[in-house]
């Protein structure tokens, strides 16, 4: 299973960035997707998930009405539209896979393959 995240890059506070995450390896439309990131010094963090059919999505407090997770079954791509961003969200962000429910990952539970991340840097 391959995850191949891309998209990051520097960008002043208030702007936008999108990630996109490459599957390859498994059935992506039976995957449960998610990102997470993980700044300097800091643990990693759930930041969105969706559920295999997007019919479910779920977002960290503080990336809410800010971020949209989706995907593109047809493509194998997970997305992550990042607006308004913050100082804050600088980190190395990881797209997930997992074969249980988008909950089940919303709720701390750890994902079944992970890409490598692709660093985001916002500037103040």
């Known amino acids: 299973v391959q995850l191949q995240a891309s998209g990051g890059g520097l960008v002043q506070t208030g702007g936008s960035l999108r990630l996109s995450c490459a599957a390859s390896g498994l059935t992506f439309s039976t995957y449960s997707m998610g990102w997470f990131r993980q700044a300097p010094g800091k643990e990693r963090e759930f930041v969105a998930a969706?559920?295999?059919?997007?019919?479910?999505?779920y977002y960290a407090d503080s990336v809410k009405g800010r971020f949209t997770i989706s995907r593109d079954n047809a493509k194998n791509t997970v997305y992550l539209q990042m607006n308004n961003l913050k100082p804050e969200d600088t980190a190395v962000y990881y797209c997930a896979a997992g074969r249980y429910s988008a909950r089940y990952y919303r709720q701390g539970n750890g994902m079944d393959y992970w890409g490598k991340g692709t660093q985001v840097t916002v500037s103040s």
């Open positions: 969706i559920s295999s059919g997007s019919s479910t999505t």
